[in-house]
């Protein structure tokens, strides 16, 4: 704790001990030493995260609030976005005002229990409820983990909490045949007489973003938030060059990727004429925002079963349809003999712990290693036969 002290008409304390800059609280006129002691234990509380701090003199609300400040210098946007929602609703339902020692693990199971049942009520499957409160329950341990590194906190109940242990959803890779199929319905609903300008405007970005997606293995908002000096394309061959910047992307790094000569006519035509701060895939003629309104749109007709022809196959890929699409590029590498290394520099993952999650194995791959053991057996055999 800061150490406190009187000289002539004031008090002081010193937050880091010797050799740090004193702070002047009060008048000795107007403080008695006893109300100067509890001075400092408020200011203790307001601002050290110390070293020597006495474990559980801070709430939890406190805590997290301190947590979050500190995250707010090393992580993406995307994260603290997840780690904003958790906090905001640990502070409307968890007991923060109470202090971070007296925090038990039956309330945290309570917590999360009646988390579940509201999420559920409100719509949610079972099976994301239950993973949103496994997500919840690791904020919470990670709160109680850095308040122990500093002294704050003696223990983590979390320990002592039963997670749901759910395995995630299976994300099915889109076939090519989809694929083409769902970009031919859009084209033809964009031609429709009875199509909109704005419809037909929207059909026809969603329809290119998906060939960009297919062949980039983009995150979807990674290409939504595209801007023209993000492209670098060479105007005498098909051929280019994107970054995907810290602002834009999971992970917070800039990263600049080769195009695949397929889609580069795509984002030339869509980015020709554009400043180069504009949006690559632009304003509709309604003035809507860029490409996010059109996933939007077509995110509801496809969850809806309103795209025509679809309607049996919506389910198997349901609101993940655009991250299926990268599934798929990331197993179309796999099968392509593409080096670990490389295809997780390419799926711009830091690692290639990730990839295992990424590659599916479909019915042709494991036909094909059946058919190469019947092979091999055959083989096996006739030497067999023929005897040494």
């Known amino acids: 704790m800061a ?12 937050p880091g001990g010797r050799g740090t800059k004193p702070i002047r609280i009060g008048e000795v006129a107007t403080m008695t030493r ?73 309330q945290i199971s309570a917590y999360l229990r009646a988390r579940v049942a509201d999420a559920i009520n409100a719509g949610r499957t079972e099976y994301g409820a239950k993973r949103t409160a496994d997500k919840v ?42 694929v083409a199929e769902l970009q031919t319905v859009l084209r033809a609903e964009a031609d429709a007489p009875t199509t909109t300008g704005e419809q037909a405007h929207m059909r026809r970005l969603v329809a290119d973003l998906v060939e960009v997606l297919w062949w980039t293995g983009l995150r979807v908002g990674e290409a939504c938030r595209l801007t023209v000096s993000d492209l670098t394309l060479d105007p005498a061959a098909a051929s280019g060059e994107v970054v995907i910047r810290s602002a834009r992307v999971k992970g917070g790094k800039v990263k600049r990727y080769p195009i695949a000569a397929e889609v580069v006519p795509i984002l030339r035509a869509w980015s020709d004429g ?13 003035g809507h925002d860029t490409a996010a309104r059109a996933v939007a749109v077509f995110r509801t007709r496809w969850l809806k079963g309103r795209l025509p022809g679809f309607p049996e196959k919506r389910e198997r890929f349901r609101p993940a349809f655009f991250h299926s699409i990268r599934h798929a590029y990331a197993s179309d590498l796999e099968r392509a003999d593409v080096d670990p290394l490389v295809r997780a520099a390419l799926t711009r993952h830091r690692t290639t712990r990730m990839l295992d999650h990424y590659s599916h194995r479909g019915l042709d791959v494991l036909r094909e290693a059946q058919a190469a053991l019947a092979r091999s057996r055959r083989k096996s055999r006739r030497r067999g036969s023929e005897g040494p």
């Not at 590194?149 to 989809?178: Q, T």
């Not at 554009?274 to 309604?286: E, H």
């Open 3 to 14: 150490g406190l002290w009187r000289k002539g008409p004031s008090w002081y304390l010193r």
């Open 137 to 178: 329950l690791g904020t919470i341990s990670m709160i109680f983990e850095w308040a122990s590194a500093r002294g704050l906190a003696e223990r983590n109940p979390c320990r002592a909490v039963e997670r749901y242990g759910l395995e995630p959803e299976e994300k099915a890779p889109a076939p090519v045949a989809l």
């Open 274 to 286: 554009k400043p180069a701060s504009a949006s690559v895939f632009g304003i509709g003629p309604m």
């Open 34 to 106: 006893a109300e100067a002691e509890r001075a400092r234990v408020e200011w203790d509380r307001r601002n050290t995260l110390g070293m020597n701090a006495v474990p559980g003199m801070f709430t939890f609300g406190e805590i997290l609030k301190r947590w979050l400040a500190e995250k707010r210098d090393r992580r993406s946007a995307k994260t603290l976005a997840g780690y904003d929602s958790h906090a905001n609703h640990l502070t409307e339902h968890f007991p923060c005002s109470r202090p971070i020692g007296d925090i038990q693990a039956d």
